[in-house]
């Protein structure tokens, strides 16, 4: 399995609304996968900002044309975070709950994941996000080594997030250097 991470201006990876509107492009790394004997496991739209500011309406239309591209390359799970910015956490919590509702309707899930200095930064407020979205819509992106940032114990946190893990994904982590980047 691979992830494709879809994250606006972010180490030259794929833009989610250029891919949506590029059926050459989608059919290319869908052919690209089933050559190589791989699947998908899901699609990133981290971190979206708009500018120098993070913008949910822009976030919202960003994640649809996210949500076509999984679909298009066969995976079954959109992942995404939410920066600190100018949208309340209402408006987070709203945004989030209609492109959930969306993603269901189109057969996919849909995770948020915790990193370090955003809004939804640890457990506790990924917890927080999960429940006050409600419906069972949001599931667990779990990186260990966000949790490392944040100070808790990914094992911990793991088991915490055991009924709601929609997806997984690691990197290394070496402290002092994620901790300083975030």
């Not at 995404?80 to 269901?104: I, K």
């Not at 995770?111 to 069972?136: L, P, R, W, Y």
């Amino acid at each position: 399995y691979v992830e494709l991470n879809c994250v606006r201006g972010y180490y030259g990876h794929f833009n989610s609304i250029q891919l949506a509107d590029s059926p050459e492009l989608l059919e290319m790394i869908a052919n690209s996968l089933k050559k190589n004997n791989l699947k998908c496991s899901g699609v990133d739209c981290h971190g979206l900002y708009q500018g120098p500011r993070f913008d949910m309406r822009y976030t919202e239309e960003y994640t649809e044309a996210t949500m076509k591209v999984a679909k298009a390359v066969g995976a079954p799970m959109v992942i995404t975070s939410y920066p600190n910015g100018d949208a309340t956490w209402e408006e987070r919590v709203n945004g989030t709950r209609r492109l959930a509702q969306m993603a269901r309707a189109e057969g996919l899930g849909f995770a948020v994941e915790a990193e370090g200095g955003f809004a939804i930064s640890n457990s506790t407020t990924v917890q927080k996000f999960i429940d006050e979205v409600g419906d069972g819509l949001v599931t667990v992106n779990f990186d260990p080594s966000h949790y490392m940032v944040a100070g808790e114990d990914p094992v911990e946190v793991l088991r915490k997030f055991r009924n709601v893990l929609g997806h997984v994904h690691f990197k290394e982590f070496t402290d002092g250097i994620h901790s300083a980047y975030y």
